[in-house]
C-alpha cells in the first residue's frame, strides 16, 4: 500500500510531485488557508456571505418541519387498518403466518368445564376454535365421565356428537387403556401422583373457508403422562398436528370431523428432566389458556 493511501491520493490538490501555494509546499499535509479582507486583489472585497449561527438556525428549522411531516404522516393508513405489517408482507409475499391485531370482535367466552364459546364468524375465529377444541379434546378433562360428556357437546355438531359420544366413552373407560398410562379405572390418578394432560397450542392456519365451512390445521405440543415418585409413564413431550373441519352452526363453530398426524418435531433440547415434585408442582400453578387469534 503505497503512502498517504486512497485518501491522500485522491485529496492531493496538485497532484503527484507538485506544489499548491495555498496548501504549503509539502503536498502531502493538509494545511488550511485563510483569507483575510482585501487577500482577494487590491482595492476588492470578499464575497459577502452568511453567517455561519444564521446558517445553522436555517438547518434547525428545516429538520424540524421534516420531523413534524413526518411524524404526522405515519399515522394514516395504518392507523385505519388497526396494525401494520404491510412492508412485512410485501417482503414475504403475504405467505407469512399474521400476528394478532385488533379486529373489533368481542373475546370469546371462557368455560369452566367446557371450552370456550362465542367464535367470529371469520377466519381467526375458526383458528380460535380449533385451538381450544385441541386443548379440549387432548385434556386431561376427557378421562372423567361428567366433563367429557360436557366437552363433546360443546365441541361437535350436534349430528355427529352422539357417535362420537359411544366411540370417546370406549376408549376413555377401557381399563386395559386406563392401566396403561397408569391411572385407576375411574380414570383418576394414583394417591401421590398427579396426572398430566395438556396440549399446548403453537401454531395455526386456514386450509380452506367458504363462509359456514372451514378446514383448519393447528400444530401444537402435547404433555402427557403420570408425575409422581416410581411413576412407570412419567410426563413426556410430543408433536402433532391436528386438521378440523368445522361448521358454523348456531352462532358458533363446531367440528364435523378431525384427522392427527404426528409434527413436526423440533430436535430436544439437552436440558436436564426436572423431577416428579417439580413438574406435578408446576401443572398445579401454571393454568392453560383461552386461544384466541
Known amino acids: 500500500m503505497s503512502d498517504g493511501g486512497e485518501y491522500g491520493r485522491a485529496h ?12 504549503g509546499r509539502d503536498p502531502g499535509r493538509l494545511t488550511t488557508r485563510t483569507r483575510l479582507p482585501g487577500s482577494e486583489g487590491s482595492g476588492g472585497r470578499p464575497p459577502t456571505r452568511p453567517g455561519r449561527s444564521l446558517i445553522t438556525i436555517v438547518a434547525v428549522v428545516v429538520l424540524l418541519i421534516a420531523a413534524i411531516a413526518f411524524a404526522n404522516r405515519g399515522g394514516g393508513k395504518e392507523d385505519g387498518k388497526g396494525g401494520g405489517g404491510s412492508a412485512e408482507e410485501g417482503r414475504n409475499g403475504g405467505a407469512q403466518a399474521q400476528p394478532t391485531a385488533p379486529t373489533g370482535q368481542k373475546p370469546v367466552k371462557p368455560g369452566t368445564d367446557t371450552p370456550a364459546s362465542g367464535f367470529a364468524h371469520t377466519e381467526q375465529g375458526a383458528q380460535s376454535a380449533a385451538a381450544n377444541y385441541a386443548v379440549a379434546l387432548s385434556g386431561d378433562g ?21 357417535d362420537r359420544m359411544d366411540d370417546l366413552d370406549r376408549v376413555y373407560t377401557d381399563p386395559k387403556f386406563l392401566r396403561g398410562i397408569g391411572l385407576k379405572k375411574d380414570g383418576s390418578a394414583p394417591k401421590g401422583s398427579t396426572f398430566v394432560a395438556r396440549t399446548i397450542p403453537v401454531g395455526a392456519k386456514v386450509l380452506d373457508y367458504k363462509d359456514n365451512k372451514a378446514r383448519v390445521a393447528i400444530w401444537y405440543s402435547s404433555l402427557f403422562g403420570l408425575a409422581g415418585e416410581g411413576s412407570k409413564t412419567p410426563v413426556t413431550e410430543s408433536w402433532y398436528t391436528n386438521t378440523f373441519e368445522l361448521s358454523w352452526l348456531d352462532g358458533d363453530w363446531k367440528v364435523a370431523d378431525f384427522k392427527q398426524k404426528e409434527g413436526p418435531t423440533p430436535i430436544g433440547k439437552d436440558q436436564a428432566a426436572s423431577s416428579a415434585d417439580e413438574m406435578a408442582d408446576a401443572v398445579e400453578r401454571f393454568g392453560g389458556f383461552t386461544y384466541a387469534r
Open 142 to 162: 376427557m378421562f372423567a365421565d361428567s366433563t367429557r360428556q360436557k366437552i363433546v357437546k360443546a365441541v361437535y355438531a350436534p349430528r355427529v356428537a352422539s
Open 12 to 23: 492531493d490538490p496538485a497532484g503527484p510531485g507538485g506544489t499548491d501555494p495555498a496548501y
